[in-house]
């Protein structure tokens, strides 16, 4: 049975730091992500993870966050360094075998149940 598990939100201030994990079970998966949603707003792509090393991010938190896996422990990993109030928002772990543009939500099959970012300024 597929499971991905999110751990690691919080609120933090403006400028703050915090480091979202992703625990995986049932398969081995090609594709993995982060997603967002903000209240009112479309779920979007945040950044994805192929294999080991190749990445892709948003515009808007290029050079802020990193996305990271450790295949041994079936974890995937987000590092999100100068939080903004804009990426406040529940956050999503998904997971995929055949994605055709990676940060699209609608090519993941698998997803977490969210946790929860909040940014105050």
């Known amino acids: 049975q597929v499971q991905l598990v999110e751990s690691g939100g919080g609120s933090v201030q403006a400028g703050g730091s915090l480091r979202l994990s992703c625990a995986a079970s049932?398969?081995?998966?090609?594709?993995m992500g982060w997603f967002r949603q903000a209240p009112g707003k479309e779920r979007e792509g945040v950044a994805a993870?192929?294999?080991?090393?190749?990445?892709f991010y948003a515009d808007s938190v290029k050079g802020r966050f990193t996305i990271s896996r450790d295949n041994a422990k079936d974890t995937l990993y987000l590092q999100m360094n100068s939080l903004k109030p804009e990426d406040t928002g529940v956050y999503y772990c998904?997971?995929?075998?055949?994605?055709?543009?990676?940060?699209?939500?609608?090519?993941?099959?698998?997803w977490g149940q969210g946790t929860q970012v909040t940014v105050s300024s």
């Open positions: 993870i192929i294999n080991r090393d190749r990445t």
């Open positions: 998904a997971a995929g075998q055949r994605v055709a543009r990676a940060l699209r939500p609608s090519d993941y099959n698998y």
């Open positions: 049932g398969s081995t998966y090609i594709y």
